[in-house]
């Protein structure tokens, strides 16, 4: 199974937004609605974003949000500020009845 | 609070075996879906497996890097999840991260703990 296919970097200045991609095929991304998002400082563990291609879990910010078109899935950060700057994977469920990472993007905020 | 707590990492030589324990608290453990994911120093995540709970039937899934040489299991009397490598390699090098697991997502992770595969 490979990587989900991500950017390697993308960035932004304070309050504006940014978009991340994660490309698969239809055995993952395009088959299921089952993307989740997460941010990773450095040093730290993971975090959930987003599940289920759009759905934030409590406490996360309402600046996050996920979309799907077909292969491809979407978390956009709006609003950007300094905390958001980190790494962020998705991750789908796949037909073999694993889960598959994305190669993962680094945020920077200028 | 949840709590996810790793133990169980360090150094071991190629084709060695080691066994990793992750003791949970502040939810259900008992009706929970747990996964292993990994990273390798400066690489991207990786999953490893899942568990189901009992009432899932304890039914296990696993990436095919480590399908048939890594075992999960779960002992929900102690809230502790398992994460038994056997036959391990250089490219098993990597922080072990447990994970209370939704549906098909990742909800909560423990800090990790590093296993180092080296002669």
């Known amino acids: 199974q490979s990587a989900l296919t991500q950017p390697a970097s993308v960035s932004g200045s304070p309050g504006q937004s940014i978009t991340i991609s994660c490309t698969g095929t239809?055995?993952?991304?395009?088959?299921?609605?089952?993307v989740s998002w997460y941010q990773q400082h450095p040093g730290k563990a993971p975090k959930l974003m987003i599940y289920d291609v759009s759905n934030r879990p409590s406490g996360v910010s309402d600046r996050f949000s996920g979309s799907k078109s077909g292969n491809t899935a979407s978390l956009t950060i709006s609003g950007l500020q300094a905390e958001d700057e980190a790494d962020y994977y998705c991750?789908?469920?796949?037909?073999?009845?694993?889960?598959?990472f994305g190669t993962g993007t680094k945020v920077t905020v200028l | 609070e949840v709590q996810l707590v790793e133990s169980g990492g360090g150094l071991v030589k190629p084709g060695g075996s080691l066994r990793l324990s992750c003791a949970a608290s502040g939810f259900p453990f008992n009706s929970a879906w747990m996964s292993w994911v990994r990273q390798a120093p400066g690489k991207g995540l990786e999953w490893v497996g899942r568990i189901k709970s009992k009432g899932g039937g304890e039914t296990t899934d696993y990436a095919a890097p480590v399908n048939g040489r890594f075992h999960i299991s779960r002992d929900d009397s102690q809230n502790t999840l398992y994460l038994e490598m056997n036959s391990l390699k250089t490219e098993d090098t990597a922080i072990y991260f447990c994970?209370?697991?939704?549906?098909?997502?990742?909800?909560?992770w423990g800090q990790g703990t590093l296993v180092t595969v080296a002669s």
């Open positions: 994970s209370w697991s939704g549906l098909n997502y990742f909800n909560s």
């Open positions: 991750s789908s469920y796949t037909s073999s009845i694993t889960y598959v």
């Open positions: 239809s055995s993952d991304v395009g088959g299921y609605n089952y």
